[in-house]
């Protein structure tokens, strides 16, 4: 654990990223920064394959940009650090499994780097918004990312008027995954992690290459470069040990033991 906004906790391969910058969490400049380091760091340990992304306390995800940094001169379009706002949306080569345990208000910035995870769990009291149009500004990863995520409309709604849902409604979207107790939801974001931590690492890191880059390619494009190995997770997938192993195992009807390579 550190004593910075970004605190961290390593629970064998599972990483827990704790947003703590009272009173609400919000990010400035610095703070990115130190995330995008975090977050470079777990991509390039090979020990570590999942990470949970949360914030301190139970009122406050994250809120997104801090406001008052901004109005005392923290430039809006400043430096973010290596992965961009957040440390993460852009950072590349993630291709390990991130959880989003959303703890609370997840608003602005906020909702934009938990759309960043691949799984978001929320406690109930859980509630989300995309203000930036009051404040005169675009939230502009969440424009990109939120209509491919929900229905067309209802992201257009969140970003042309601001409106608040709740966690129910960001379910019924399909915004999140599902809904927790507020009690239980690190619970369940860690059982989550150590499921995901036991399966084989170069497998997740294929799907994952293969969605973020098919995204912007035809089906058959996509398929092309996944038979002919020219995404560079798939060629090492199929030319590893894991890869044998998960056959053998098979055969053998036991349980595979992965060891990323």
């Not at 959303?102 to 929320?122: H, M, Q, R």
Request: glycine residues 8%; charged residues 25%.
């Amino acid at each position: 654990m550190t004593d910075t906004p970004v605190k961290t906790t390593r629970n064998g391969p599972v990483l827990e990223v704790t947003l703590d910058r009272p009173k609400a969490n919000a990010i400035d400049l610095h703070t990115s920064r130190l995330m995008g380091e975090v977050f470079r760091e777990f991509r390039d340990d090979d020990t570590l394959r999942v990470a949970i992304i949360t914030g301190a306390g139970e009122k406050f995800f994250c809120p997104g940009w801090d406001l008052k940094a901004a109005a005392d001169g923290d430039e809006v379009d400043g430096d973010y650090g290596v992965g961009g706002f957040g440390g993460l949306q852009e950072l590349r080569g993630m291709n390990k499994p991130v959880i989003a345990a959303v703890n609370g208000i997840c608003c602005g910035g906020g909702l934009e780097w938990a759309l960043s995870a691949d799984i978001i769990l929320a406690a109930d009291h859980a509630s989300f918004a995309l203000p930036e149009i009051r404040s005169g500004t675009v939230a502009d990863a969440a424009s990109v990312k939120l209509p491919k995520r929900i229905p067309y409309h209802i992201a257009m709604e969140m970003l042309l008027t601001g409106r608040w849902i709740d966690a129910e409604e960001a379910a019924r979207w399909g915004m999140i995954n599902r809904i927790i107790p507020a009690a239980d939801l690190m619970a369940e974001a860690r059982a989550l992690a150590e499921h995901l931590a036991s399966g084989p690492p170069l497998v997740y890191a294929a799907i994952k290459q293969i969605v973020r880059e098919a995204e912007s390619m035809t089906f058959q494009d996509a398929m092309n470069r996944i038979t002919q190995r020219q995404f560079e997770t798939v060629d090492k997938l199929y030319a590893s040990d894991d890869q044998l192993e998960g056959a053998r195992a098979f055969a053998e009807k036991r349980d595979p033991v992965w060891k990323g390579k």
